[in-house]
Nanobody, 125 residues
Framework: QVQLVESGGGLVQAGGSLRLSCAASGRIFSTYTMGWFRQPPGKEREFVAGISWSSGGSTYYPDSVKGRFTISRDGSKNTVALQMNSLKPEDTAVYFC?????????????????WGQGTQVTVSS
């Protein structure tokens, strides 16, 4: 069993930055993928970033955030961070941290077993 708790959301102006953090507890294996997803109001949950928990930590991003968002992990603290720069109003959403075993179809939220409660990010224009 894995528990995930996000923090760091808030209100920011367009062009600004926010750093989200996800604290993980429980048994996290090297085969796990950690992901960040977001869900804008009235829309489907979408993939934002992913990272392999194994050493080396391969990262994955959709084109919509590539170059603006950076995912990282700290194995010693069992945390995953999402650094978000050059934020846009369309980045406004509830952001979720998630975990799964393996990396197949890592961009699909339905393949993740463990989820945090989410944290609100609001970007004003």
């Amino acid at each position: 069993q894995v528990q995930l708790v996000e923090s760091g959301g808030g209100l920011v102006q367009a062009g600004g930055s926010l750093r989200l953090s996800c604290a993980a507890s429980g048994r996290i294996f090297s085969t796990y993928t950690m992901g960040w997803f977001r869900q804008p109001p009235g829309k489907e949950r979408e993939f934002v970033a992913g990272i392999s928990w194994s050493s080396g930590g391969s990262t994955y991003y959709p084109d919509s955030v590539k170059g603006r968002f950076t995912i990282s992990r700290d194995g010693s603290k069992n945390t995953v961070a999402l650094q978000m720069n050059s934020l846009k109003p369309e980045d406004t959403a509830v952001y979720f941290c998630a975990a799964k075993d393996g990396k197949v179809l890592l961009q699909l939220w339905r393949t993740y077993r463990y989820w945090g409660q989410g944290t609100q990010v609001t970007v004003s224009s």
